[in-house]
């Protein structure tokens, strides 16, 4: 059974929330792939809709978007995602995680592009009740 840590942006007020995704929710997540959009229901903000940015697996290693499905590879990046030279020109080869969501990703990176009819605290605290 899979388990995420989502890690929800708020573009508007700058501001980060953490939120556990676990049972039917996490398992609906597998198989999506970095820049679709998902209800806000999988973390509890009916109304809201959310778009993956990234993540990481279990072992560290970050998300990256030209990379295609679940596998992780090592690749000569000259920047972005997993790497940043420190010099022009500068290549590595360095270990990243493709861009769909499989069980062994922990951390699911998400942003809010529709806000709910609800602030963020208020549809989590009526959730806990």
């Known amino acids: 059974m899979a388990e995420f840590k989502a890690v929800i942006a708020d573009p ?4 980060a929330y953490k939120k556990d995704i676990t049972g039917h929710y996490a398992n609906a997540l597998i198989g999506k792939k970095i820049g679709e959009d998902l209800d806000g ?12 940015t990234g993540g990481s697996d279990k072992d560290g290693f970050p998300m990256r978007t030209d990379l295609p499905g679940p596998r992780r590879k090592r690749l ?3 920047g972005g995602v997993g790497f940043h030279p420190v010099r ?5 080869k ?22 709910g ?13």
């Open 88 to 92: 022009p020109g500068m290549r590595k």
């Open 41 to 52: 229901l999988y973390v509890g903000l009916p109304g809201y809709k959310l778009q993956i």
């Open 94 to 115: 360095k270990t990243v995680r493709g861009n769909t969501v499989s069980p062994d990703i922990l951390q699911l990176n998400l942003k809010i592009v529709v806000r």
């Open 76 to 78: 000569l990046l000259s």
């Open 12 to 15: 508007k007020t700058g501001k």
């Open 117 to 129: 009819p609800k602030s963020i605290e208020d549809a989590w605290q009526e959730q806990a009740r």
